[in-house]
T-cell receptor, first 114, second 113 residues
Framework: AQTVTQSQPEMSVQEAETVTLSCTYD???????LFWYKQPPSRQMILVIR??????QNATENRFSVNFQKAAKSFSLKISDSQLGDAAMYFCAYSGGSNYKLTFGKGTLLTVNP | DSGVTQTPKHLITATGQRVTLRCSPR?????VYWYQQSLDQGLQFLIQ???????AKGNILERFSAQQFPDLHSELNLSSLELGDSALYFC????????????FGPGTRLTVL
């Protein structure tokens, strides 16, 4: 079974600084997708960024970028120029094989300090 | 706003009761997924429907059932409720049945007393 591990339960960053959230996953599939979702205090799940495993280029979305290391099964999220609105729980998620469900990690709570 | 709607936002009920949670996917999306978020279990996939047919099943209890109607809205039925069923229930939708992005609704907070 696929598993997703987020080893940092909590992280903090100063406003305008850069922070990296870690995620590792375990799978025997060769074709899969990885996602980062953000859950602010409102509890809404917001898709931040997506990476297809077959693409070597790391995905970027404005201030958000990933470092995808397929051999190491690592998928970290970098947030640049952190803003107060980035404070949230961040979930790493995996989707692969014949089952299209999302498998989530336990999340990392990010605090942004002014 | 993701375009996915869920009703009700909050639901408080007693043990042994039955409730129905409703989800309307984004316009054009054919797939609907249900997830449960609880403190002890985290975010768990329950079930997926695609264009009215059940496509995949996850950790869904036998007391729970779901369906997707011809207009593509979906309902999750929870019966014989227990205290441990208290959780946030999310519906998500995607265009196809495969690994497209899933867009989440605001969730229904269920409290079982």
């Amino acid at each position: 079974a696929q598993t997703v591990t987020q080893s940092q339960p909590e992280m903090s960053v100063q406003e305008a600084e850069t922070v990296t959230l870690s995620c590792t996953y375990d799978t025997s599939e060769s074709d899969y997708y990885l996602f980062w979702y953000k859950q602010p205090p409102s509890r809404q799940m917001i898709l931040v960024i997506r990476q297809e495993a077959y693409k070597q280029q790391n995905a970027t979305e404005n201030r958000f970028s990933v470092n995808f290391q397929k051999a190491a099964k690592s998928f970290s999220l970098k947030i640049s120029d952190s803003q107060l609105g980035d404070a949230a729980m961040y979930f790493c998620a995996y989707s692969g094989g014949s089952n299209y469900k999302l498998t989530f990690g336990k999340g990392t709570l990010l605090t942004v300090n002014p | 706003d993701s375009g996915v709607t869920q009703t009700p936002k909050h639901l408080i009920t007693a043990t042994g009761q039955r409730v129905t949670l409703r989800c309307s996917p984004r316009s054009g999306d054919l797939s609907v997924y249900w997830y449960q978020q609880s403190l002890d279990q985290g975010l768990q996939f329950l079930i997926q429907y695609y264009n009215g047919e059940e496509r995949a099943k996850g950790n869904i209890l036998e007391r729970f059932s779901a369906q997707q109607f011809p207009d593509l809205h979906s309902e999750l039925n929870l019966s014989s409720l227990e205290l441990g069923d208290s959780a946030l229930y999310f519906c998500a939708s995607s265009v196809g049945a495969n690994r497209n992005e899933q867009f989440f609704g605001p969730g229904t907070r269920l409290t079982v007393l």
